[in-house]
C-alpha cells in the first residue's frame, strides 16, 4: 500500500487522536495547569509507544516532565533526534476566540485550537510518520529518538540541564524540529537561521513624587521626557542602531543569501495592505526579508509612566519605565550587547535623574551551512511531496534551544516546518491548515526513507 493511501485512511482517526491531543489544555506559564501538563506528558509517551517506539519514559525535572523514546534497529545508519514541545501559550484574550480553546474544531480545511500548530500538530506528525514506516515496512530506515518537553514556551530551564546530563542519552547525527512554517501555501521552506535574543528592562525616576506642572514645570527634570530623550537616542534616522558596538559580530549578506532571499518573491506591497500600513520601516539598504531575518534589531515593547487616565491630569510623573529586546545575528554575544547598550544608557541620560537597568533573557543566533547533506536531502523531500523544492531562509524569530542543540550535541539542526505564517500561533484562533497536516506527514516519511 503506498503512504498515501495508508494515510488517506487512517486520516479521520488520526485527527480525532490529535483533537484529542489538543484538548488537553498544558500551559506551561501558569502553575494552575501542572496536572495538565503531567496529563499531556503521559498522552505522549502512551503514543510514543503505541507507535511502537521502544524505551518511553517520563523524565521529572525541577519543572515539566520531559518524555524520551527510541528505535534503534538500523546498524550503520544515522540517528534521528526529534525534538518537540508539548506545551502551549496562555489563551488570553479569551474573548477574541470565535471557539473555545480547548475544544479543536475544523472550518474551512482548518484545525482551530491553542497548539495546533504550535507545536502539537507538528509533533503529532513525526509520531504518526515514524508509526507509519514501522507498520508498512516493520522496520525504520533510520534509527529515531524523540525528546518532547514541556518548556518550550518558558524558554526551557529544564531542557538545558536535561541536556547537560543526558548528553549520551540524547547523541545523534541531527536533530529534527518542525516549529516553523512555509514561507507560503505550497511553498516550504527549512530555516537555516534563527536570530538570537537579549532583552532589558529601562526605568528612569526623578523627583519623590508625582508633581504639579503648574507649580513646578519648567523647573525639574520630567522622567518622561528624560526617557523618550534616551529611548530615541538609540536609533539615528536611518533605523541604524546608535549603540557603539552592536554591529561588532554581525556577518555580511553574501551574494549567495542575497539570492535566496530574493528567491521567496515578497511581496512587500501585499504586506503593507495586509498590516494597513502605508510605507515599512527599518535600517536602510536592506529589504523586509533581509531585516527580519538577517539583521539586527533593537524594538521598544513597552512605554509608560504618569497618568494613563481618562480626562487629563496636569501632573509632571516621578518616574518612567520601557521594555527593550533585540533580536541578534551572527557571532553577536547577547552579555556583549546588553553591556553595550546599558553603557550607551548611562553615557546619554539627561542630568538630575537615576537611571536603573535590570537585564533579562539572552540567547545566542543559530546558523547552519545550507549545503550540509542532510539539508539538501530534507529539501528534496519537500520537493517529492510539495512539487516545489524547499528555500532556505533565515528566520527573525528566535527559538533559543536550536542553538543548544547544535552546540552541545555537535549535530546540525534540520527545521522542516509544516506551519504557515498567517496561522496566529500565539494568538487567538491558533489553527493548523489540514492541507500541511497530510502533506507534513508525507514529507516526514519522505524524508526519513532518503536519509543517508
Known sequence: MSYESYFAERREQQLGELKEFLTIPSISALSEHKQDMIKAAEWVAGKLEAAGLENVKIHQTAGHPIVYADHLHAPGKPTILVYGHYDVQPVDPLNLWETPPFEPTERDGKLYARGATDD?????????????????????????????????????????????????????????????????????????????????????????????????????????????????????????????GFYEGVPELTAALHEEFEKQNFNEEQLKKTLGLSTLYGEEGFTFVERTGARPTLELNGVWGGFQGEGTKTVIPKEAHAKITCRLVGQQDPQRILDAIIAHLHANVQPGVTLKVKPGEKARAFDMDPSIPLLQTAADAYEAVYGTRALFTKDGGSIPIVETFSRQLSAPVIMMGFGLPDENLHAPNEHFNLENFDKGLLTIVEFLKRVQ
Do not use: W
Request: aromatic content about 4%; some cysteine.
Open 120 to 244: 502539537k500538530g507538528q509533533v503529532f506528525l513525526h509520531v504518526k510518520a515514524v508509526e507509519a514506516l514501522l507498520n508498512q515496512e516493520q522496520k525504520l530506515p533510520v534509527n529515531v529518538k524523540f525528546c518532547i518537553e514541556g518548556e518550550e514556551e518558558i524558554s526551557s530551564p529544564s531542557l538545558l540541564t536535561f541536556l547537560n546530563e543526558q548528553q549520551s542519552l540524547l547523541a545523534t547525527d541531527a536533530v529534527l524540529i518542525s516549529d516553523t512554517s512555509l514561507i507560503e501555501k505550497g511553498k516550504p521552506a527549512i530555516s537555516i537561521g534563527l536570530r538570537g535574543l537579549c532583552s532589558l528592562e529601562v526605568s528612569i525616576n526623578a523627583s519623590n513624587t508625582d508633581l504639579h506642572s503648574g507649580t513646578y514645570g519648567g523647573g525639574v527634570p520630567n522622567a518622561l521626557h528624560a526617557m523618550i530623550e534616551l529611548l530615541a537616542s538609540l536609533h539615528d534616522k536611518h533605523g541604524h542602531i546608535t549603540v557603539e
